[in-house]
């Protein structure tokens, strides 16, 4: 049974960071797309950040530049650092998984996904 645990979110001031983290069960994450998206309320869900087997990444344009994504082969973990943030940052942020190769952004594409952590940037 796969499951993806994220933990890291929490409350911080514009400007500030955070790291998340997405532990996984059931899975390998060096084998799979891993992802990070988010959902704000009365929003749909938003791509963040994604990184495929090979290494590649894809981020999204609105965080190019203060987000990244990265994998931790050794604790089958994918990191988000989150530098400079912003408070339309505000959002619960989840892991996902999937078995294709292109570090996607559709989210429909993902098969597996976590719980959501808050992540909440005051101004």
């Known amino acids: 049974q796969v499951q993806l645990v994220e933990s890291g979110g929490g409350l911080v001031q514009a400007g500030g960071s955070l790291r998340l983290s997405c532990a996984a069960s059931?899975?390998?994450?060096?084998?799979?797309?891993m992802g990070w998206f988010r959902q704000a309320p009365g929003k749909e869900r938003e791509f963040v950040a994604a990184i495929n087997r090979s290494g590649s990444t894809n981020h999204a344009d609105s965080v190019k530049g203060r987000f990244t994504i990265f994998r931790d082969n050794s604790k089958n973990m994918v990191d988000l650092q989150m530098n400079s943030l912003k408070p339309e940052d505000t959002a619960v942020y989840y892991c996902a998984a999937r078995s294709g190769y292109n570090p996607s952004g559709t989210y429909s594409l993902y098969q597996y996904w976590g719980q959501g952590t808050q992540v909440t940037v005051s101004s």
């Open positions: 059931g899975l390998t994450t060096s084998a799979y797309t």
